[in-house]
């Protein structure tokens, strides 16, 4: 475990940002699909992210789709200097809300100009390239031709940093034989920890490692321990579950999502939760689901 500083930040694509971030997919209508119910809240929502101190924001284009950019632009845009918008490219959306895979270069080309547009930006700070693999787990298999793709989009100055997204590590050693990678972005958390060595191994490369489902994801954690160890130390489960990966590694960068305020606040707050050794042990102590994915 590392030494816990709660203003810690770390470098994303050579910006230093806040360890705290802000994911924006709950933004979006039910099932990621469509218009939220209340587009006023969700400008407030990411309003209030930033004017908090978040400066690195998580999104995609297939949110929605278009929905959740267009939500950042009109929240946002100018956007701060500061602010490092990461989006990802790899799939689309059915008109019946599936997800598709979408990883030809020329669909890689045509996500990465959806995201400009509907962001409103020249260049997007980082791209990942999302692969499809077993949905929310990656599988093995070359994504040199993806990366290629999105290393000539940098060459033309509409991506200035890729990242990779549900990938093994296999895959991003292939991958940094084309171009940097600047961040990984899998699915981990208190209770699914599969990438426990990939995170250890990018923390030494120093890249980003971002966790998605932070909390949980569309089901939030539900586990006694982490409800007993909560209420002991006086904060919520999900500020403990938020607070156990800043403890994890210092490369490890979080996008909760939400759409409420309410939540973004309590959020917030865990970037100052010290969580003392006891109480590590005890969360290491909940038995991991999903393993083996
Ligand atoms: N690369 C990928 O394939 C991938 C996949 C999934 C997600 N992502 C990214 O990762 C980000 C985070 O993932 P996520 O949003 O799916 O899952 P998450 O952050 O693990 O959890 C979000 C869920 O937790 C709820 N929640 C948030 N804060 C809470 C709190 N304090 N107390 C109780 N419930 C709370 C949210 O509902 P409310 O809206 O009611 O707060 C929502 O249902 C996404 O926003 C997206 O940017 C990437």
């Given at each position: 475990m590392s030494t816990f500083t709660p203003m810690d930040t770390f470098k994303l694509g050579g910006c230093p940002v806040r360890r705290m971030g802000y994911g924006?997919?709950?933004?979006?209508?039910?099932?990621?699909?469509?218009?939220?119910?209340d587009r006023d809240a969700a400008l407030a929502v990411l309003r209030e992210a930033v004017a908090s101190g978040v400066n690195h924001i998580d999104t995609s284009d297939f949110y929605g789709p278009h929905v959740t950019n267009q939500i950042i632009r009109e929240a946002?845009?100018?956007?701060?200097?500061n602010l490092v918008i990461v989006t990802k490219v790899g799939a689309v959306r059915g008109e019946d809300g599936s997800w598709l895979p979408a990883a030809e270069p020329k669909d890689i080309e045509r996500g990465v100009h959806d995201n400009l547009r509907n962001l409103g930006l020249?260049?997007?700070d980082v791209v990942n390239m999302r692969i499809m693999g077993s949905v929310h787990a990656p599988s093995e298999r070359s994504i040199g031709k993806q990366i290629e793709a999105l290393a000539e989009l940098q060459r033309q100055g509409l991506v200035r940093h890729i990242g990779l997204s549900n990938v093994t590590s296999t895959q991003v050693a292939e991958a940094q034989g084309i171009a940097e990678i600047v961040c990984v972005q899998n699915q981990y958390n208190l209770v699914q920890r599969d990438d426990d060595a990939l995170v250890d191994e990018l923390a030494a490369k120093g890249i980003a490692y971002v966790p998605f489902?932070?909390?949980?994801?569309?089901?939030p954690i539900q586990s006694s321990v982490l409800s007993t160890v909560a209420q002991t130390i006086g904060a919520t489960p999900m500020q403990v579950a938020l607070a156990w990966l800043l403890h994890r590694s210092p490369n490890i960068l979080l996008i909760p999502g939400t759409s409420s305020l309410g939540h973004l606040r309590e959020n917030m707050q865990a970037a100052q939760l010290s969580l003392p050794e006891a109480v590590l042990a005890e969360l290491d102590t909940i038995q991991q689901v999903g393993a083996g994915h």
């Open positions: 924006a997919m709950q933004l979006a209508g039910p099932g990621v699909f469509g218009p939220p119910k946002l845009h100018p956007y701060p200097d020249d260049a997007i489902f932070p909390l949980g994801g569309f089901t």
